[in-house]
């Protein structure tokens, strides 16, 4: 039984991909601020609501209610409600807000790694895998590509050339080398290596491009 147990049972070890997001504090701040008051407006949003049904089960099972306890219910019915909304707009405002930063960090560029989450791990792999010699440039435009849905052109060659000082700076537009699809507006994605650690950032046509 052991020995049929041992060939059905395999064990594989894989690495584990880690993306890390290039951020700034202060981002990651925006994220938590925004995150804090959109789950406080949506409790208290759950509250008045909370509040509503309550006022319409009271009208609804009292048979015999004075004239002027139907009118505060009335009253407290519509505070309820216009509070209900308020407040479900300013929770669906402060979490759009916190989406709409982590998506910016997110296309702000990216870090990828075999190894471990240790965040020291990137770049003592990074700068172990090659020695940069003196004179040669930091900054290696290894992949670029302008690109619609439709269609796409590598400009790889192009944004190398225009590599000044250990930087790149350009506007992303029809001027780098082709138009790949007429009347669409275009991407650019740049894949580059800066002291050993390799990026990934995306531009939508127009944009300035500073690299790194």
């Known amino acids: 039984m052991t020995d049929n147990s041992e060939k059905l049972i395999k064990s594989e070890i894989k690495g584990r991909m880690v993306t890390y997001y290039l951020t700034t504090e202060e981002d ?3 994220v938590k601020s925004n995150s804090l008051l959109g789950d406080i407006f ?4 759950s509250l008045t609501a909370g509040g509503i049904i309550s006022v319409i089960l009271t009208r609804a099972t009292g048979i015999q209610i004075a004239q002027q306890t139907t009118d505060v219910l009335g009253v407290l019915l519509y505070v309820f409600i216009c509070a209900t909304i308020i407040l479900a707009c300013f929770c669906v405002y402060f979490h759009s807000q916190s989406f709409t930063t982590i998506k910016k960090i997110k296309s702000s560029g990216t870090v990828k790694s075999l190894k471990s989450a240790n965040h020291k791990e990137i770049f003592e792999t990074a700068m172990a895998d090659e020695e940069i010699p003196s004179g040669v440039s930091r900054l290696e435009i290894r992949n670029a590509a302008y690109w619609t849905s439709k269609a796409r052109i590598d400009i790889t060659e192009e944004l ?7 930087k790149l700076e350009a506007i992303a537009s029809n001027e780098i080398k082709d138009d790949p699809d007429f009347g669409t507006v275009k991407k650019l994605t740049i894949e580059y290596r800066f002291d050993g650690i390799t990026v990934t950032k995306e531009f939508t046509e127009g944009e300035r491009i500073v690299i790194p």
Request: proline share 0%; net charge positive; hydrophobic share 45%.
């Open 28 to 30: 990651l701040q925006n």
């Open 42 to 45: 949506s409790m208290l949003a």
């Open 160 to 166: 190398r050339k225009r590599i000044v000082g250990n």
